[in-house]
């Protein structure tokens, strides 16, 4: 009994304690930085604190519209929304991989697009919002799929890697969206990968992506995906190569079915 009540009462400060804070410093649209989060008070954003309730809303109403263009902007191979496009680059179909599933397109070189700016917010590390956020657009997108015949709570959700120089410095923010994507469907979460690179991606071309990703990603040590159905997440699927690493290191570990899903696909 007292260790129950020590318990609340332990949750009840850190919640006050949050509370204190949203109040002092009151939270502000990820991609404009000027207005509140749309469609909620300081109170009703104070009593979202629950990572695994409602997902508290990270922009305000101008920047979620700009967010849903996003979302709904046609995929140039089949023409369907992103949000409901299936379509595989080129290196996760030589993995393998048919379907590659996303929630939003994503313009690396339109910095003030909402959509980036998630991005951003996410590798940033420092938005635990960012983090629901995506957590629960990636939950919802898993359960619209239909992969595994709907059976995804059978499934194991690991993450592709960041790598290793920014993983120091800002923390590895799809392992905290991948967790926390997983505790929301009630699957079991594996850290499968680790990523040895130091580098940037963004100025290799596809050869050199390729490249890269295999040499870099490896099998955690402890790994265990023998005969385990497999979702893989990453932030952006831009080549596939990072993600088609994963899959191809998954398939030598013995996983059955393997899903891919990422927040977003570059618009190419």
Same mark, same amino acid.
């Given at each position: ?14 919640? +006050?304690?949050? *509370? ?14 000027? +207005?509140?989060p ?21 922009f ?31 290196? #996760? ?20 697009? +909402? ?9 940033d590390?420092?938005?635990r919002?960012? @983090? ?8 919802r ?18 993450y ?8 120091? #410095? ?5 392992k905290?969206?991948?967790?926390l ?24 071309d ?6 890269d990703? +295999? ?18 997440i ?6 596939g *190569?990072?993600?088609? *690493?994963? @899959? ?13 899903? *990422? ?6």
């Amino acid at each position: 009994m007292g260790g129950g009540n020590h318990g609340r009462r332990v949750t009840f400060l850190r919640w +006050a304690s949050r *509370a204190a804070s949203e109040y002092l410093y009151p939270a502000r649209c990820i991609c404009c930085r000027s +207005a509140r989060p749309a469609g909620m008070s300081t109170a009703e954003y104070v009593m979202l604190a629950d990572p695994e309730g409602r997902p508290r809303q990270v922009f305000c109403e101008k920047c979620a519209l700009d967010f849903k263009k996003s979302c709904d902007e046609a995929c140039r191979r089949c023409r369907r929304p992103v949000h409901e496009c299936e379509c595989a680059p080129e290196a #996760l179909r030589a993995a393998g991989v048919r379907r590659a599933f996303a929630c939003f397109s994503y313009a690396p070189g339109q910095r003030d697009r +909402a959509s980036s700016r998630l991005i951003y917010s996410l590798k940033d590390g420092r938005n635990r919002d960012s @983090v629901n956020f995506a957590a629960h657009l990636l939950r919802r997108r898993i359960q619209l799929s239909g992969v595994f015949g709907g059976e995804y709570t059978s499934a194991v959700i690991t993450y592709a890697p960041r790598g290793r120089r920014n993983a120091r #410095l800002h923390g590895d923010h799809m392992k905290r969206v991948a967790a926390l994507t997983a505790r929301l469907l009630g699957c079991e979460f594996a850290d499968a990968f680790s990523n040895r690179a130091s580098g940037e991606q963004k100025k290799r071309d596809l050869y050199g992506r390729e490249h890269d990703a +295999a040499m870099s990603i490896c099998l955690s040590k402890g790994a265990d995906l023998a005969g385990r159905r497999a979702i893989i997440i990453d932030d952006v699927i831009t080549s596939g *190569a990072t993600l088609g *690493a994963c @899959v191809d290191l998954a398939r030598d570990a013995g996983a059955g079915e393997i899903a891919v899903f *990422a927040l977003a696909k570059t618009a190419r």
